[in-house]
Nanobody
């Protein structure tokens, strides 16, 4: 089995910062693409930022220049540094990854989500 566990969410004032982390564990052979998604109440889940297995990154237009995604392949970890947070960033943030297990099955795995609330 493979799982993703997120941490780092919370309540922050507008203009503040938070750092989210996601750790993959279990029967992992390799991790391909990873990404952060978010879902606000009444809205569809959307991609926030992605980090490919080849080292590339891409961001939603709404977070460019404010959020930075990074991965530590040695620790099977994905991070999201969020600066200059706005109330519209309020959402549940989910980690997602394409993982090849030790049985060579490729799985698309979601974390349980972590709440980010930006409010004064």
């Amino acid at each position: 089995q493979v799982q993703l566990v997120e941490s780092g969410g919370g309540l922050v004032q507008p203009g503040g910062s938070l750092r989210l982390s996601c750790v993959a564990s279990g029967s992992i052979f390799s991790i391909l693409d990873m990404g952060w998604y978010r879902q606000a109440p009444g809205k569809q889940r959307e991609l926030v930022a992605a980090a490919t297995g080849g080292g590339g990154t891409n961001y939603a237009d709404s977070v460019k220049g404010r959020f930075t995604i990074s991965r530590d392949n040695a620790r099977n970890t994905l991070n999201l540094q969020m600066n200059s947070l706005k109330p519209e960033d309020t959402a549940v943030y989910y980690c997602n990854a394409d993982i090849t297990s030790t049985t060579r099955a490729t799985l698309n795995v979601w974390g349980q989500g972590t709440q980010v609330t930006v409010s004064s």
